[in-house]
Each structure stands twice: as structure tokens, then as C-alpha cells.
Nanobody, 121 residues
Framework: QVQLVESGGGLVQAGGSLRLSCAAS????????MGWYRQAPGKQRELVAT???????NDADSVKGRFTISRDNAKNTVYLEMNSLRPEDTAVYYC???????????????WGQGTQVTVSS
């Protein structure tokens, strides 16, 4: 089995910063794309940022210039550095990874349990 565990969420004032981490563990052979998504109350889950195995990134327009996604392949970990936070960034943030597992065969997506980010005005 593969597990993704997020950490780093919390409460911050507008204009502040947070750094999220997501570590993948288990019977992992390789990880392709990794990413962060978020879901605010009453809204659909939306893409925040993704990063390929080789470091190519894709950011949502709403976070460009404020959030930075990165990864450490040796640690099977993806990060999200969030700066200039706004109240509208308040959501549960989920990490996602396309994992090739020795136990389950072909690449398939896995999700973390989510971490709450709350930005106060």
C-alpha cells in the first residue's frame, strides 16, 4: 500500500506564509506527477499546482507568483510554499501523486487526507 501524509497547515493572517509538505511512503517503485489541490466549503476541488518527476511545474492562475511547488524525489516528498496568503486561499489542501507501486501494479493516483489552511483577514 501507498500512503500520502500532509503536514504544515494552520491558521495565518492575510499576507502571511505557510509551507505544506506531503510525504509518500509504502511499496513505491516510482512517482510520476505530484500535485496540490484544494477544496473550499461549498466548492469543488480545484488544482493548485503540479510538478513532474523532472521538475516541470504548472500553477493555477490564482496562485501564480505567490505559491511555489517543489519536490524531493529522494524523499518522495512534495512541498507547497505559500506566500502573500489571502482569505480566499482558505481551504483543505490535498496532495496527489501518480505512483507505480510494487503491490498494485501500473501508475495510479493516490490522495492524502488533507490539511486545513485558514487565512484570516
Amino acid at each position: 500500500q501507498v500512503q500520502l501524509v500532509e503536514s504544515g497547515g494552520g491558521l495565518v493572517q492575510a499576507g502571511g506564509s505557510l509551507r505544506l509538505s506531503c510525504a509518500a511512503s509504502g511499496s513505491i517503485v516510482s512517482i510520476n506527477d505530484m500535485g496540490w489541490y484544494r477544496q473550499a466549503p461549498g466548492k469543488q476541488r480545484e488544482l493548485v499546482a503540479t510538478i513532474t518527476h523532472y521538475g516541470r511545474t504548472n500553477d493555477a492562475d490564482s496562485v501564480k507568483g505567490r505559491f511555489t511547488i517543489s519536490r524531493d524525489n529522494a524523499k518522495n516528498t512534495v512541498y507547497l510554499e505559500m506566500n502573500s496568503l489571502r482569505p480566499e486561499d482558505t481551504a483543505v489542501y490535498y496532495c496527489n501523486a501518480d505512483v507505480l507501486s510494487a503491490a498494485t501494479g501500473p501508475y495510479r493516483p493516490y490522495w492524502g487526507q488533507g490539511t486545513q489552511v485558514t487565512v484570516s483577514s
